[in-house]
């Protein structure tokens, strides 16, 4: 069963992120060698390590990890819940990649003496940070600089595509129950998602709620009143037919302006909410959604 | 057979016509008043006279589809969850003779809830009607659990004792809720989100068609209710006694086991399991009117259905555009209040 969508950890991190902390990240500078054995219990930092050059270093990796590819044949060493710190231990590594709650497992692993690198969720200047500190913890800092050029460059391509054309009001749905409109998570007015949809050219609907989600009701969906609806499902492809039951399912709310002019777009893939590297394929993603535009 | 009037002690004076009619009227008004208002209210400004416009199409007036798709459709399931819940209360704490018994305590809604977890976890999508595949999943694994504990508590051959039924239901519960931890590890977390929102309760069932795939349930539930409140008099002083005055035991027991749980399993396939209404309502309404079933059950029914749409409108209001689950209201209210009663009347 956790097999379908398994990218979705970072949308935990995202969700969970008063339980997550806000701790920051704690390299231990250990004037060594640059790290050989990596641990990463975070997929998008997973992503990040292979964008940046890092990935042969990577010897194990969590249960949710999906991407890049190679990712499959490497063992894997549980995830936020449930890491399995003998396995990792007995991995052997130099670095180990967790997030801020997993505070038991850090303590061990400071005990046996191996550097960790705690995860830190936040906006897109904070997923740009994390990969330009990884790419220093791992000797790899040219290439994080290239990594972090080339998404700020596609960012900046979307923001010049999208300039100049009116800013619809828009709703981005990441979770909700199948065929129903119960149960809905949608990006409120902080973090990466929020982000990335301000930078598509869309005005987040809910940009005044302080919060990176937002499970909004009946009436407050009618009352923001969405001029377009962004609904990124991660759990595996939809078939058409699948695709055109769920954009009926907000055929209820005929009030709202995007449903009344068909403007609920349906985006499947699992790297839209994951806060890695590929944040800025997203981004055209979500211009391509609003705007009907592709950047270069 | 007018057993109760002996049982009861406070209110003895007046015949039990004049008594029910009364309190009817009090515990009827205040549900249809809180009803009619609970719509007019919510975290957003709507004009009526906009909302019941009929020149403007249905399609375009915000108005009306808040009203109509948003606040009465929520209205009306939580009026039906809190008089279910409340009287299904009423009837287990009777039929058990334990104050302490909920809707939830002989397993029912975590067989619910276990259902629904699969049910999110394995994505199912079946509609049919008005169903969808939660509700569905639910209402199937609630029935599952009443007729295992209604087994358990009858395998040995013997007729159904309520200390069997009782230990069954509360160990069910208990293996019910490590098989929902066990699927919540092993689901992803998208999945636990959305199970963990089903969990808290929620009333915003987004249209009728929910409404009314319950509704059939819920009438036959309290069809079946009506039958009980002269034996449940009885029983609530114990299975002996109501056996030296002519009761059926074990046919009143089945019936209440049966109808109460009927009424449990469309409660929480509909909204999901919401606490607190099934112990405080029964306790607190016992507290006005006395322990006369016959007044207890409807009354619980009426003052369920507004103690619920009153929280909903506090869940809905207080922190807008953000919610606080009502299951959190229902037992911040109705504890404090609750114990309040239960000081000042010594």
Redesign the interface.
């Known amino acids: ?2 097999t ?3 990218g ?2 970072a ?2 991190a995202l ?2 992120v008063g339980a997550a902390g806000q701790a920051g990240q704690t390299t231990q500078p250990r004037a060594a060698a640059p790290p050989r054995r990596i641990v990463s219990l975070v997929p998008a930092l997973t992503e990040m390590l292979f964008a940046i050059g890092a990935g042969p270093q990577v010897v194990a990796v969590s249960s ?1 990890d999906e991407f890049p590819p190679e990712v499959k044949k490497l063992p894997r060493v549980g995830a ?3 890491p399995d710190s003998e396995r990792i231990l007995a991995l052997r590594p130099d670095l180990v990649i967790l997030y801020g709650s997993q505070s038991e497992v850090q303590t061990q692993f400071a005990r046996a003496g191996i550097q960790a690198y705690v995860y830190r969720h936040g906006g897109i200047t904070t997923v740009l940070d994390t990969i330009r500190e990884l790419g220093a913890a791992t000797a790899h800092p040219t290439e994080a600089a290239r990594v972090i050029r080339d998404i700020q460059t596609r960012l900046d391509a979307v923001r010049a595509a999208v300039k100049g054309r009116a800013r619809p009001r828009v709703l981005l749905v990441f ?9 809905l ?1 949608v990006s409120g007015g902080e973090g990466f998602l929020h982000e990335m949809l301000e930078i598509a050219g869309g005005q987040n609907v ?1 940009a ?2 302080a ?1 990176e989600s ?7 969906l ?4 969405p001029e377009v609806i962004v609904e990124v499902h ?2 595996g492809m939809l078939e058409a037919r ?1 695709v055109a ?1 769920e954009q009926n399912v907000w055929s ?4 709202i302006p995007a449903v ?1 002019n068909k403007r609920v777009r349906i985006l499947t893939a699992d790297y839209l909410v994951v806060p890695g590297p590929r944040l800025a394929q997203a981004t055209e993603a979500f211009a391509q959604a609003i705007h009907g535009v592709r950047p270069q | 057979m007018n057993h109760a009037v002996l049982l009861d002690r406070t209110h003895a004076t007046r015949p039990i016509r004049t008594r029910l009619t009364m309190t009817l009227a009090v515990f009827g008004s205040l549900a249809v008043v809180t009803c009619l208002l609970a719509p007019l209210v ?3 400004h709507i004009s009526l006279a906009r909302a019941f416009d009929r020149s403007i199409p ?5 108005d ?3 009203f109509f ?3 009465l459709p ?1 209205v009306m399931a939580g009026a039906l969850v809190g008089a279910t819940l409340a009287a299904a209360g009423v009837v287990f704490q009777a039929m058990l003779r334990n104050p302490l018994a909920t809707p939830f305590t002989l397993g029912v809604s975590a067989g619910a809830s276990l259902a629904a977890m699969l049910a ?6 079946l ?1 049919i009607g008005p169903f ?3 509700p569905m999943a639910s209402f199937a694994g609630a029935t599952m659990a009443t007729g295992i504990v209604y087994w358990l508590a009858t395998a040995s051959g013997r007729a159904m004792s309520t200390s069997v039924l009782l230990l069954a239901g509360v160990t069910l519960n208990s293996f019910f809720s490590a098989l929902i931890m066990f699927a919540q ?10 199970a963990a ?2 969990l808290m309760g ?1 009333l ?4 009728f068609d929910p409404i009314v795939g319950a509704v059939p349930f819920v009438v036959a539930a309290f069809a079946l209710f009506a039958l009980l409140p002269s034996s449940l008099n009885l029983l609530s002083v114990g299975a002996d006694a109501a056996a030296a005055r002519g009761v059926d035991v074990a046919r009143a027991q089945r019936l209440a086991f049966f109808s109460a749980s009927l009424a449990t399993s469309a409660a929480v396939s509909l909204a999901g399991p919401i606490g607190f209404i099934g112990i405080v309502v029964p306790h607190l309404v016992r507290l006005l009117v006395g322990v006369d079933h016959r007044i207890v059950l409807p009354a619980s029914a009426l003052f369920g259905a507004a103690f619920l749409v009153a929280c909903d409108l506090v869940a ?1 209001t207080v922190i ?4 606080i689950p009502v299951g959190v209201v229902t037992a911040l209210i109705g504890g404090p209040f609750f114990l309040w009663l239960l000081v000042r009347k010594g």
Do not use: C, H
């Open positions: 069963m956790a379908r969508a398994k979705l950890i949308l935990a969700l969970v949710y936020l819940l449930d979770e909700r129950q199948p065929r129903t409109l119960r149960d998570y809910f005044d709620v919060r937002v499970q909004p009701s009946t009436e407050t009618l009352a923001r009143a991660t759990s699948e039951d209820a709310l005929s009030s009344r | 919510g975290s957003t249905f399609s375009e007036n915000v009306a589809q808040i798709v948003a606040r929520r999110i976890i394995f994505g199912a999508t509609t969808s595949a939660v590890y092993l689901a992803d977390f998208a999945q636990v989100y959305r929102r089903w929620d915003d069932v987004g249209g809905r807008a555009p953000v919610e």
